[in-house]
């Protein structure tokens, strides 16, 4: 019953996407035949087409776990944009430092400094959230400018390739690079660590006490802290977790696809991801299927313009859409507290 | 009844997931009546009146509501037709004040910017009228259970309601106050104002209702006139049986190994003081309670009762004054540690502080079970344990659900009470601190409830009951103080001398400043 007014709730929004797109782009009078195609082509067309969506879902899936993660324990981070500039950041810092490694420390390593850099950035708002009750939805988006702007200084300055005129930082060495898994593609190791991230955060928010204690304090702090569990202690716990997860996913683009350090490492995978963590409803499984399908109308949208003169942008419009629509869907309306 | 009837409910069924919860009832009330609707936890009191109400639609039945037919109504309609309910729960909002909460909704003059002095005066003059003392401009948030029903009524009797619902109204009021609420029901009643009341009290029912009807399992046993019931009838066609003579102490303080544990105090209190936080905070709170014994603490709530409680829990740090578990100092640790050192909380809130309304049954099991190997071992969670554990107690405590993995916001208020006892009491605690613990429950739960306190004072506990129900304290405790304006009494034995007047009026705080000054 429940399940089959989901189903029918999935095919209303499907048809209303499907209405806006073609709108849209009879709008901008293009051939929506040719739009179409060039969409599907775009996203499931090919072999390397879709492993580009594999490649566009990776960090999606990272960060929204992490976005994920906040929004269960009552963290409402928005700042996943910073933390995957400053997890790249720092992922960048370890190969610039030590570029003799082995790949087998290096790598791990590099990782590893991307989740700390992350989780830490991100940490400070959780640390002020719960000790002096700053909005964290006011911080983390602070946090962001503050993140992308010292990025932007960075490679200008101290990280800057000298040999090259553009703001990048240098090469990384070829053992930092994660390997890929699937020759010609670009579709690299990333993509099974993002999926080993979903089963491990699945089994820590629904398996372990730590878990546990971290959705009490998201559904009922007040309870929480009856019960003898710390609010201020798994506020900054999640908060932590929860921007080591984005920064992992900025270490991953760094030492998957880009190689390097720069401006724009991110077009907004962050906030992307906020909406992947809303439509998978925070759930591990959900947001792998919503950062696929979000990752697929972008590669699609793409792809679209170029066969037929549609604005990429439309995909955000139908990201907007979809959320609005997801958004209006009241639960139950029995559920009212008794 | 001769009238046509101000309000015929025909044959309402409603189901939850194929579960009726009201299974075909018909329900009428008459225009200046008082209306008692009386049943088990659980037998669908609520879910009856929140279909009047309009915030479910039954799946069938008719409502006639003075010769109109109601359907498809929300709680909107319903008040704009007269028809009022206070919610066994409140649903207040807490960052707003009083005033804002009863005038909450309404287009008062000068909207949207009403004239704030002037509703504040109209609502002290009601207030004044009724006997329900509130301050308009204290905000909610800082007000306890007990005064939070106040606004509520008030929020009933300012918007003019025909039929008041109330679900529950005296479960957190005292003798006192719930004789002025009658005063007030009474008042209504005289202006032709019809009141349902929903309620556990049975002496209650017999003095003040006209009429009552019997729910059990979601359908109706019996309406029948008030004049000619009886309490034992009653609880018969609430229970299924007879209730036993109501709770009372199954053995005398004296007898009980209470000097055999030494004088080392279960639970100490040393002259705490809390500074009072908007007009509440505790004055040199002193009082010991011994393993084996129960210790009442009397007065109307509101009266720094929350405050007592939240700092025997840790929640609250006292100012000054020193507290000891077992003769040790337990000044610096948390709810946790302290419930470590084998405190049990009950407390009177359960929504907010006892549970998590979105965890299922077992989730709520193993909120108190946390530092419990036999369910968290290496930081992982046995969900089968916490399984077993919800299933053992709802079978104990005989919680009326579909199973462990249910959603606690599905049950209805005296079922979750129960899982908040059966998880508190099951650890076997040194020391409980049971605030208002029956607070919601049937007959045949309080008295379950009851034997349950009764139990862990025969195994040695320490015992602090805080209740605003005389009768509960009377029953159950050895001895008793009263609790006013953050002011302790002097604690009284509860045997034969016990001198009723005198708790009346120190509850009133007649009389306290004298005590607290001669003890
Ligand atoms: N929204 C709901 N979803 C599922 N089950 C529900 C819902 N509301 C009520 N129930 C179930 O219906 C039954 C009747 O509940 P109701 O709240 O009406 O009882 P009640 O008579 O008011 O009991 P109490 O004295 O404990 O308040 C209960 O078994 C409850 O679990
Ligand atoms: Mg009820």
């Known amino acids: 019953m429940r399940f089959l007014r989901t189903l029918g709730f999935a095919a209303l929004v499907l048809l209303l996407v499907l209405a806006v797109a073609a709108a849209l782009v009879i709008a901008v009078r293009a051939d929506p035949g040719k739009a179409a195609s060039g969409f599907l082509r775009g996203a499931f067309g090919s072999f390397y087409s879709i492993s580009e969506v594999l490649v566009r879902a990776t960090p999606l899936i990272l960060a929204g776990l992490g976005v994920s993660i906040g929004f269960r324990t009552g963290f409402f981070n928005i700042g996943a944009e910073g933390q995957i500039y400053l997890g790249a950041t720092a992922a960048t810092a370890v190969g610039l430092l030590f570029p003799g490694l082995p790949a087998l420390v290096l790598l791990p390593l590099a990782l590893l400094c991307g989740f700390a850099g992350g989780g830490l950035w991100s940490a400070v708002p959780g640390f002020l959230k719960s000790r002096f009750g700053l909005s964290e939805v006011i911080t983390t988006i602070m946090f962001n400018y503050i993140a992308i702007n010292v990025v932007g200084i960075l490679v200008r300055s101290v990280m800057k390739d000298p040999s090259y005129p553009l703001p990048m930082s240098p090469d990384l060495p070829e053992a930092m690079h994660l390997p890929v898994i699937l020759e010609p593609t670009r579709l690299h190791l990333g993509l099974v660590i993002a999926l080993v991230a979903a089963l491990a955060v699945w089994f820590l928010m629904s398996r372990t006490a730590a878990g546990f204690r971290m959705r009490a304090v998201g559904l009922n702090p007040r309870g929480s802290l009856v019960a003898g569990i710390s609010v201020p202690a798994n506020l900054l716990l999640a908060s932590a977790l929860s921007g080591g997860l984005a920064g992992l996913a900025g270490a991953s683009e760094i030492t998957g696809i880009h190689h390097r350090l720069l401006e724009g490492i991110s077009p907004g995978f962050g906030y992307v991801a906020i909406i992947a963590a809303l439509l998978g409803r925070n759930h591990p499984g959900g947001i792998v299927i919503a950062s696929l399908g979000i990752a697929a109308l972008q590669v699609g949208s793409s792809s679209m313009q170029r066969a037929s003169g549609v604005p990429s942008s439309i995909s955000w419009i139908i990201m907007g859409v979809l959320v609005l629509l997801i958004l209006a869907r009241r639960p139950d309306r029995d559920r009212v507290a008794r | ?519």
């Open chain 2, 1 to 519: 009844m001769v009238v046509p009837a101000m309000l015929a409910m025909r044959d309402i069924r409603k189901s939850f997931a194929g579960v009726p919860a009201n299974d075909g009832i018909s329900f009428d009330v008459g225009e200046g009546e008082i209306h008692a609707l009386l049943g088990e936890n659980g037998a669908g009191k609520t879910t009856l009146m929140n279909i009047l109400y309009g915030i479910y639609a039954a799946d069938s039945g008719s409502i006639v509501w003075r010769g109109e037919v109601l359907g498809g109504h929300g709680p909107k309609e319903a008040i704009a037709q007269g028809i009022g309910m206070v919610h066994q729960h409140f649903m207040l909002v807490p960052t707003l004040s009083v005033s804002e909460n009863i005038t909450l909704g309404l287009k008062s003059r000068g909207h949207p910017f009403p004239d704030r002095r002037r509703l504040d005066t109209d609502i002290l003059e009601l207030s004044a009228r009724y006997g329900l003392d509130v301050d308009p401009a204290a905000k909610v948030a800082s007000l306890s259970v007990g005064e939070r029903q106040r606004v509520e009524i008030m929020k009933l009797l300012y918007r003019d309601a025909r039929l008041l619902i109330l679900d529950e109204p005296t479960a957190v009021l005292t003798p006192g106050e719930t004789d002025g609420l009658f005063r007030v029901l009474a008042t209504c009643k005289g202006q032709g104002h019809s009141v349902i009341l929903i309620t556990h009290r049975i002496s209650e029912v017999l003095a003040f209702a006209d009429r009552i009807t019997v729910l059990r399992d979601g359908a109706r046993v019996a309406t029948l006139e008030a004049a000619g019931a009886t309490a034992a009838g009653l609880s018969t066609l609430m229970i299924g049986r007879e209730l036993k003579s109501p709770a009372r102490r199954t053995a005398p303080a004296a007898s009980l190994p209470r000097s055999a544990a030494g004088d080392r105090a279960g639970l100490e209190a040393r002259a705490i003081s809390l500074r009072p936080v908007a007009g509440k905070g505790l004055q040199s709170v002193s009082f010991s309670v011994a393993p084996g014994e129960i210790f009442g603490i009397a007065g109307v709530d509101g009266n720094g009762q929350k405050e007592l409680a939240e700092c025997l829990l840790g929640l609250r740090i006292p100012d000054s004054g020193k507290l000891l578990f077992g003769g040790l100092p337990v000044e610096g640790l948390g709810p946790r540690q302290r419930k470590r050192r084998g405190l049990a909380y009950v407390s009177d809130d359960r929504h907010h502080d006892g549970l998590v309304l979105g965890f299922d049954l077992a989730e709520n099991y193993l909120l108190g079970k946390l530092d419990d190997p036999r369910f968290v071992r290496f930081g992982l969670v046995d969900r089968k344990a916490c399984l077993r554990g919800a299933g053992g107690a709802i079978a104990d405590y005989h919680v009326k659900t579909r199973g462990p993995t249910e959603e606690v916001r599905l049950l209805s208020g005296g079922n979750q009470q129960k899982l908040i006892l059966a998880r508190e009491l099951s650890s076997g605690p040194a020391i409980i601190v049971a605030f208002q613990p029956a607070r919601g429950l049937d007959i045949g739960a309080t008295e379950f409830v009851h034997e349950r306190l009764l139990e862990r004072r025969a195994a040695g506990s320490s015992v602090l009951l805080i209740s605003s129900d005389m009768d509960e304290l009377l029953g159950l405790a050895d001895r008793l103080a009263v609790l006013h304006r953050g002011r302790l009494s002097p604690a009284y034995d509860n045997d034969g001398s016990l001198d009723m007047m005198r708790i009346g009026l120190l509850m009133g705080g007649q009389g306290m400043a004298e005590e607290a000054c001669a003890s």
